[in-house]
Structure formats: structure tokens, C-alpha cells
């Protein structure tokens, strides 16, 4: 009896955990007693972008603490998002390295990470950018 309590109490606290978190998506604003999606930073290292392929290299920052993120996601999706041209993961000292020979300068890279603001550049913006220095963004 007291397991069906248990499961029944956890079946409730996960619900309500997901309906928040669906909310939050959906409206794209954090529920009542979160203050706020948190910032990054991310540092551009080496950017090369030329018609049909790029390298991007660089660290994400998380900008309240100033410590590298792992885990952040990097990736330029297909047209309608149902798959992916290409996409990296940070590591555990918050580098990456995005590399592909699929792309146009017409796509675009998001940056996302679960309690993040996301953040999504357009290639051609980044190609303009001096790869010698790093860039930041929040």
C-alpha cells in the first residue's frame, strides 16, 4: 500500500515539473518563482566559413558565475528542422568544434542549453567576423 502512495506522489511532483517546463517553451517566459532564463558567453576562437563548408572553434561561458559550460548544443538545422546538416556538444571545459562540408551561407547556428537564453547566429554574420579576435555574445 504505502508503495502505491509513493508512485502516486511521484506521478504528481514529475506532472507538474513537465507542465511547467512545457509552459516555459510554449510562452518562452520562466514560471512564477523562477526569476529568470540564465546568460551565456560565447568566445568565437577561429571562424572559417566560405560557400559550401565552415570550422568554427570557441568556449561558452555561463556569464552569472564565469564558468565554462559542458553540455551546451551547437547545431545548423536542414530546412523545416527535421534533421541536422551538422552539430557539436561542448565538452567538459566548455570548447567545441563545429566543422561540416554540407552547408550555405544562408543557414544558421543555434546555441541552446536547458535554463539558457538561446542564441542563434546567421552565417553570414559570422563569416564577417574577424576570426583573429574573439567574439562575444549574450
Not at 515539473?17 to 516555459?24: A, E, F, G, P, T
Not at 572553434?57 to 553540455?71: C, P, R
Not at 546538416?85 to 562540408?101: N, P
Request: aromatic share 10%; glycine share 6%.
Amino acid at each position: 500500500m504505502n508503495y502505491k502512495i509513493i508512485i502516486f506522489i511521484s506521478i504528481i511532483f514529475l506532472t507538474s515539473c513537465l507542465s511547467n517546463r512545457q509552459n516555459v517553451v510554449k510562452s518562452g517566459k520562466t514560471p512564477k518563482g523562477d526569476s529568470r532564463l540564465y546568460n551565456f558567453i560565447v568566445e568565437f576562437e577561429e571562424v572559417h566559413i566560405s560557400d559550401s563548408s565552415l570550422l568554427i572553434t570557441g568556449t561558452v561561458t555561463d556569464t552569472s558565475i564565469n564558468h565554462l559550460l559542458q553540455g551546451v548544443n551547437l547545431y545548423i538545422p536542414d530546412e523545416g528542422f527535421q534533421t541536422f546538416k551538422c552539430g557539436a556538444i561542448t565538452d567538459l571545459q566548455g570548447f567545441f568544434k563545429l566543422q561540416s562540408e554540407n552547408i550555405s551561407l544562408s543557414d544558421t547556428l543555434y546555441i541552446t542549453n536547458l535554463g539558457y537564453k538561446n542564441l542563434k547566429f546567421g552565417l553570414t554574420e559570422l563569416k564577417k567576423k574577424n576570426s583573429k579576435s574573439p567574439v562575444e555574445h549574450y
